[in-house]
């Protein structure tokens, strides 16, 4: 079972102890040592999921709706287009954190990010999705990471303003947001509603989140462009890859930095670049709505010496 | 009745026939006899140490002057799955002893008993018994609470929300225990247990 379902069923068994405790009399003597024993069982064996967390890549996903028939079944073509378009979002994050991605053709490295189907679950509808552990693992893996990426990105779509919303898909790629789209297309285009629990995330999306959710992804414009500016730099955060930069053209902007400048190189930045002169080349995404310019988001490419 | 066979969700039926309105027989909880559970259920060797530990347990009650009462049987012993059970779960409906009705009686005698009453971990490793007691000389209200408690607790798989059954058992001796433990013992391999 999922981490996140697992716990959320203990602390709920732990809540009912808790109440039935205090229901009962100091003469139920036998039965209080009893519920108190199971309660202390419990707490512990929270602790101790809270030690050992799955280091490998789970997600569990809930469909209701019309193409679920109560706890029997679920509609066999909407079912697999829907897991189909979830293991296509996963192999896109995947792969976008560690190379650029095309607007279209073959996902890179997919192989990489392959997740199985292990167990159907019920209420409503559902299945768990799963890495498989091909060798022990201590620290979470690539694909985990990807996976609650993934979630949190499809759980943004459910944010209730626009500017959170904006603020939580600033790293998407392009193709990323397509997939998104057509992941709610299809559930809005079935009547189906979902709910997604994956890490620490654990989202429903019902008719209105649904509806919602197709409208963001098909209106938010999503352009790139690539943005030579000059100025100073401000300085870096090496720990968290991240820049501040007063442009000449825009004033202070801050942003990330791009992977292809090395960890080594962001750390002698402060030291390099601070108050000097320089020229430096951007990634602007630009997020509009509605033909409204909501952010824009920088990532530092390069940095030289201004001329 | 019979033990019902198990499911194709490899766990007893919460009912037997066309529906659950009909004998109270042929409803969860299913009152058996302890050698219908051995003969279902002590089909390996680990099981049938699980079993012996449990007859010992119960021996070890009704030493204790716990004689009247009954006892669910639920969890991975009485399902199908593909490792061993660690222990048997079982949920003991227990009248104090006639010399132990008063609170601090029976609070003495627990702390006087770890091994049989009041530590469960070392019940589980010495019994392979998962103990846990109702106290039906307690208030009717609070024996109504823990019993709804249990039964939502044990009528469900957790994992799949299939509705399950379990297995009633009285603690008053009807069959002579002693004979099946000693049964059980030698049937294990070196008449360990």
Redo the contacts between chains.
Sequence with gaps: ?IDKIQRD?IVA?IA??DS?LK?????????????E??RD?LKEQLARMQVNANPMASAALFFGGRPVVG?RGIESEFGANAIEKFQEMVSLVAASRVTDLKTSGPVPLKSNSQLHIT?V???SFGFQLEEIDQQGQIFDTDLKESVDKTTELLSAFEEPKDESFLEAIEDIDERVLQTVKEFFELMAAKGATVRIVSGEVDKTFDDASVALAVERATMTELKERIQPLNGLLAGVLPAHRQFEYESIEYGLIYGKIDKQISDEQVINMNQTWTGRDSSAIFLVKEFSRRGKVYRQSYKMLSIQERR | MPIPALTLDNCLPPFIGDGPGDSSLKMSPYVVSISEIINRFGTTEHRKCILAGWLRHRKALRNLGFTNGFQWIDGSFVERKATEPRDIDVVSFLYRPHEHQTVEAISALFAANPDILLNRTRIKALHHVDFLAIDLSGSTEGVAHVTSYFTQLFSHQRESFVWKGMLSVTLDENEDESELLVQLTDSINGGES
């Excluded at chain 1, 229901?23 to 003597?29: L, R």
């Design positions: 079972m069923h068994d009912a102890l039935l229901c009962i009399t100091d003469n139920d003597f036998m039965t209080r040592i009893s519920l024993s199971r069982e706890r167990h679950l019920h209420g």
